[in-house]
């Protein structure tokens, strides 16, 4: 992939995360796809996926800063919500927190092969002292 390919089907996929299109996550992710080392595959991806919703109604993944060296795309994502409950572990429970993510995603074959996510759990527990 061309850096300008991979970053176009980045923000496809972003887009798809955002829409909650599930039936075209397969279009973005492996099906051997790994999140942090452990194989989850497309299904426990989606899974994964569906279930950060259900936590946060308002879920938005605002991609603030992109940077691609194919096979690899980096960025860092912000995020304004309110979890209805825990969220990581802390007791949000309604409250608005702001956070963001730094995550690299590998490309194979044009889709999300292998994905490592660092998300800012301190700046959510700061917010709720």
């Not at 702001?98 to 998300?119: A, L, P």
């Amino acid at each position: 992939m061309t850096k300008d390919q991979i970053i176009a089907a980045y923000t496809g996929y972003i887009d798809c995360l955002n829409r909650q299109d599930w039936g075209n996550l397969h279009r973005f992710v492996g099906n051997d796809a790994t999140y942090n080392g452990e194989v989850v595959g497309l299904e426990g991806y989606r899974a994964m996926l569906v279930d950060d919703f259900k936590a946060i109604p308002d879920l938005f993944f605002n991609v603030t800063r992109i940077a691609a060296d194919p096979p690899v795309i980096a960025s860092r994502i912000a995020f304004d919500c309110k979890p209805v409950g825990e969220l990581f572990g802390l007791p949000v429970n309604g409250r608005r927190v702001r956070f963001t993510e730094n995550v690299f995603y590998e490309f194979s074959g044009g889709r999300i092969q292998n994905v490592w996510s660092v998300i800012d759990k301190a700046a959510i527990a700061t917010q709720l002292r």
